[in-house]
């Protein structure tokens, strides 16, 4: 029975559609390259991308569950890996940066149906509250054991599915221990009805990208090649052992020596040419791989420079980008300055408006109604009032508030309170509300 299992690690949103969907673009940068795709194969691939996601992109994805953290925990989401060193012992821990979309990358069969793949999604969704978002089934990647040559294809056929990782009611992220990874192998091989692979802590072999998975497979081919080539070169010299030692037994008598030309031409000789000729295809083989690989590194550590190259001039940009944003804000602030320093001049009443503004609002009263105090309008109102002098609040039954010039200040203004202002105001009810307290306290004592 075929043996399945799942590799995962943080999704790169910005790369992975390109790749799971087969974009024009990113098969036009590796036709050339690459022989891990077969486009004649690609009608083969299926999709299934969730309704939740549905036309959002993964980087569009990526910000909305980055606003979700910030809503629910009131911190922004860390990305980055952070380093903590221990005082006492100088032990640096590095702690991870969120990932919150995932990708794992699923060993599969030929017949694999997207049914099984989404059955293992909505088992692991119910036991750890990881939504599934894509999956994508591969059928046209592998390799060539000779180059070109399609009848030494052999085919990797794998899935992508790629989740959220986050738990949204909380805004943190699902944990999944690695007793819970284990178990995550153990479901994906029930449901696709496959041997579940042996662990990594039992073979100590790590997961191998697909690049490095073609080269070491071309390795292995190329030992293979190897080991086959020493087998036949040891035959062949054992048979041409057999024919010296036949001609010296037989070299005193003309007819012996008929008689081994004989059997040489009939079993020795063509055995002897069928060997070289193996060897021969043999060697043919062992060259065109060592190419291949050889071939397959230059374009990994080209593909690497390019990925650095496009790394330097991404942060480039983004540091451009920065320093114009920077310098648009400080020439935007400094303007927005010079509008309020004109402001105050031209209205002198402007900063005493700005200032009864923001007691409204302290005192207990909405945008809109503060815009109707302001307004000079009159507004009646039930509620509660705060105080900052006593710190409290005092309820307030069916009053007219209304912000009328300061009596003994033409250049102030003053919020009052059914005429009153409101520091008197506020006083007063302070007032009633001892005298209620004390009569309270008496009433209770007399009863006592």
Known sequence: ??????????????????????????????????????????????????????????????????????????????????????????????????????????????????????????????????????????????????????????????????????????????????????????????????????????????????????????????????????????????????????????????VGTTILDGIGSMIGTSKVKRQEREIGRLQHEVATHEVTIETMQKKLTTMQSDHNRELTAMQARHMAETANMKKQYECDLSFFQSVVRKALTWFPRFREMLRMDEFCRKVGFNDEQTEALIGGKPLKYSGTLYSEQHRQGFKAENVIARILPDENNSRKFSLRIDGIPIVRWFREQAIKLQHYIQSEHSRKSLKM
């Open 1 to 254: 029975m075929a043996k399945t299992s799942i590799n995962i690690k943080p999704c790169l949103v910005t790369s992975s559609g390109a790749h799971n969907r087969r974009l024009a673009e990113y098969l036009a940068n590796i036709r050339k390259e690459k022989i891990y795709i077969r486009t004649d194969l690609m009608a083969k691939n299926e999709t299934w991308v969730s309704p939740e996601l549905g036309d959002t992109s993964l980087e569009e994805r990526n910000r909305q569950i980055a606003a979700m953290v910030k809503k629910k925990t009131g911190r922004a989401m860390q990305t980055k890996d952070r380093k903590r060193v221990n005082k006492k012992t100088g032990k640096v821990t590095v702690i991870r940066g969120s990932t919150p979309i995932k990708e794992g990358v699923v060993v599969i069969k030929e017949d694999t149906t997207m049914e099984q793949l989404r059955h293992f999604c909505e088992v692991c969704k119910g036991r750890w509250g990881i939504t599934p978002l894509q999956i994508f089934i591969h059928r046209d990647e592998g390799h060539y054991q000779i180059p070109n040559d399609k009848t030494t294809w052999k085919p990797n056929y794998h899935a992508h599915i790629v989740w959220d990782w986050m738990d949204h009611d909380t805004g943190k992220s699902c944990k999944l221990l690695p007793q819970d990874m284990s178990q995550m192998q153990t479901i994906l091989a029930e449901a696709l009805g496959m041997e579940r692979g042996t662990s990594k802590e039992l073979t100590g072999h790590e997961h191998l990208e697909r690049t490095d998975y073609i080269i070491a497979k071309q390795k292995q081919e190329a030992e293979k090649t190897r080991i086959a080539k020493e087998q036949a070169e040891a035959e062949l010299k054992a048979v041409k052992g057999e024919l010296r030692t036949e001609k010296l037994k037989n070299s005193a008598a003309e």
